[in-house]
């Protein structure tokens, strides 16, 4: 996927603009920034959903087109009502049983696919249960499977790992990681904390105050660029592998600072 000159601004207030970022295929690519910095629209610009203000953005070469199967999407995290009257592998077929070509798959392929699929995210044992029964990390490994199930060139993954536990992100992550390197996909993944996924990101694109930096984790996630990003002091601190930021600026600063500036959550 290809950004160029990309600028999205929503009445007087813009997200972003001027943003030039190349993925390509079997590169990781963290989204990183406080709410409301953009994140979320980033990803609805690639699936089409968002038009942007100013420049262009292209997937496999081709503007961006809705609905596309070369994409694969793990919307931001809701659970399933306990009653939906859906089991495991059902959430999964959906992704699979599409129409390709007009041509609707037979359900021998089908049911295989979706075992497979259940499988690589270790969902095998929980297939038949109704999902609104199942764990939030359970239920987040079936939209992996979903999202995977098109064998997208482009996986956009949006807060995947928010109220997951520390083994379930740790899970999350490296399933995605192995789709990234094993079949080669670009990976674009939104995320509040980079450090679940450290080891496996190439670059970051860290979005804050209407501006963004591109660029490998050592040259974005430093004290100086995060403290000019954010436009007020911030320190990071590196320590076993792992990246702390000490001294966000907290929401009620954002909302201070900018009256457009929702304190809600994006969706
Ligand atoms: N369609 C829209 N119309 C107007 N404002 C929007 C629209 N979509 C998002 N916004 C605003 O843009 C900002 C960024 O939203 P979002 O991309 O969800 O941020 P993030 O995912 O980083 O939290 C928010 O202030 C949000 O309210
Ligand atoms: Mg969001």
Redesign the pocket.
């Known amino acids: 996927m290809s950004l160029r000159g990309a600028g999205l601004q ?2 007087q ?1 813009a ?1 972003w603009k001027d943003l030039d970022v190349d993925l390509r295929a079997g590169e990781f690519l963290a989204v990183l ?10 990803l ?1 610009v690639l699936l089409g959903l ?1 038009r942007l203000h100013s420049g262009t953005a292209t997937v496999g070469g081709r503007p961006v087109e809705r609905g596309s199967r070369k994409i694969g999407y793990i919307p ?1 995290q809701k659970s399933f009502a306990a009653d939906t009257p859906l089991r495991a592998r059902d959430l999964v077929a959906l992704g699979v049983d599409g129409h390709r070509w007009g041509l609707r798959l037979n359900s021998r392929i089908v049911n295989e696919r979706v075992d497979g699929l259940l499988d690589l995210v270790g969902a095998r044992d929980y297939a038949k249960v109704p999902v609104g029964q199942l764990s939030g990390g359970e239920q987040q490994r079936l939209r992996v499977a979903q999202a995977l199930a098109t064998e997208p060139e482009l996986l956009l993954c ?2 995947p790992l928010l109220s997951l536990d520390l083994n379930h992100q740790q899970a999350v992550s490296a399933l995605i990681n192995r789709q990234c390197r094993e079949r080669n996909s670009a990976v674009v993944f ?1 995320t509040h904390e980079i450090n679940p996924v450290i080891e496996y990101v190439d670059r970051v694109l860290y ?1 804050a105050g209407g501006r963004f930096r591109v660029g490998t984790p050592e040259e974005v996630m430093t004290t100086e660029v995060l403290s000019d990003l954010y436009n007020s002091h911030v320190e990071v601190i590196r320590a076993n592998g792992r990246i702390v930021v000490v001294g966000l600026p907290d929401a009620t600063t954002h909302y201070h600072d900018d009256a ?3 304190v ?4």
């Open positions: 929503f009445g207030r997200l920034g406080p709410n409301g910095s953009g994140k979320s629209s980033f609805k968002q931001q949006d807060e939104v979005l457009h500036s929702g809600e959550e994006g969706h």
